[in-house]
C-alpha cells in the first residue's frame, strides 16, 4: 500500500523558516504530479505549490516567491521550503500526490502543523 508521509512543521516565529518533506512510501511504477496543500482552521483546503516528475512548478499567488517546491524522483519525496513566514501561513499543510501502478491514484499524507506565532 503506498503511503505519504510529511515531516517539518513546527512552530516558527514570523519571517522565520521552515522546511517540509514528503516521502512516499510502498510500490509504485511512476509518481506524475506531488504537491502541497493547505488547511487553516475555518477555511477550505487550498494549493499551495505542485511540481511535476520533469520539475515544472506551479504556485499560489500568496506564496509566491517565498515558497520553494522540489523533489527527488529517486527517493519519490517532495519537499516545500518556506521562507518569510507569516502568521497568516498558520494552516495544517498535506502533501499529495498522483502516481501510476496498474491504473492511475490520487493519495494524501496525514498533514502536518505550521504555526507561525511570536
Known amino acids: 500500500q503506498v503511503q505519504l508521509v510529511e515531516s517539518g512543521g513546527g512552530l516558527v516565529q514570523p519571517g522565520g523558516s521552515l522546511r517540509l518533506s514528503c516521502a512516499a512510501s510502498g510500490t509504485i511504477f511512476r509518481i506524475n504530479v506531488m504537491g502541497w496543500y493547505r488547511q487553516a482552521p475555518g477555511k477550505q483546503r487550498e494549493l499551495v505549490a505542485t511540481?511535476?516528475?520533469?520539475?515544472?512548478?506551479n504556485y499560489a499567488d500568496p506564496v509566491k516567491g517565498r515558497f520553494t517546491i522540489s523533489r527527488e524522483n529517486a527517493k519519490n519525496t517532495v519537499y516545500l521550503q518556506m521562507n518569510s513566514l507569516k502568521p497568516e501561513d498558520t494552516a495544517v499543510y498535506y502533501c499529495n500526490a498522483d502516481y501510476v501502478n496498474d491504473r492511475y491514484y490520487h493519495i494524501w499524507g496525514q498533514g502536518t502543523q505550521v504555526t507561525v506565532s511570536s
Open positions: 511540481i511535476t516528475n520533469g520539475g515544472s512548478t
